[in-house]
């Protein structure tokens, strides 16, 4: 009799009872609660940092457009030319990814100019400005030309040339 109670016993202790299954489940969902939303920030960040990263690439390929340009014929550029996202960029050679819509605009004296986004973050730069700045907000990405009003991509991208 003593074998069939040791073995029940025995048994007994191989399995998990559900209060233990339920709490095991409860810290497992406490553990994602705390872990997803990190883990989101962490790729919406390098997220924004690739697309900033493209933007420095763009430029460089605006850079090399002009710097070109000028190797072919001491005069350089004649015009303002202007490449707009992501169709008309016939000309530039940059790694990263391609902007969704906007436009980079080289100046005759070199200077660039670049309003950019790719449908979550909005990269603008002007013929003045030294760095780039990134925000959130695409749907008022865009330049100012001159310093006086404001232009959005939507008419940016249906400008062709900015002239002097």
Known sequence: MKTILERGKRMKKRGFTLIELLAVIVILAIIALIAVPVVMN???????????????GILKAGESYYTSELLEDAEGI???????????????EFQGSKPTGGTMTVRKDGKISLAIHNGKHCVTKGFEDED?????????????????????????????????
């Open 78 to 92: 004649t015009e303002d030319v202007t490449f707009t996202f992501p169709n008309n960029i016939e000309g530039l």
């Open 132 to 164: 780039i700045q990134i925000s959130d907000d695409i749907s008022n990405c865009g330049l100012s030309n001159g310093g006086n009003t404001s232009k959005t991509l939507t008419t940016l991208a249906t400008t062709y040339s900015f002239k002097s």
């Open 42 to 56: 962490i790729i919406s960040k390098a997220n924004k940092s690739a697309f900033k990263d493209s933007a420095y």
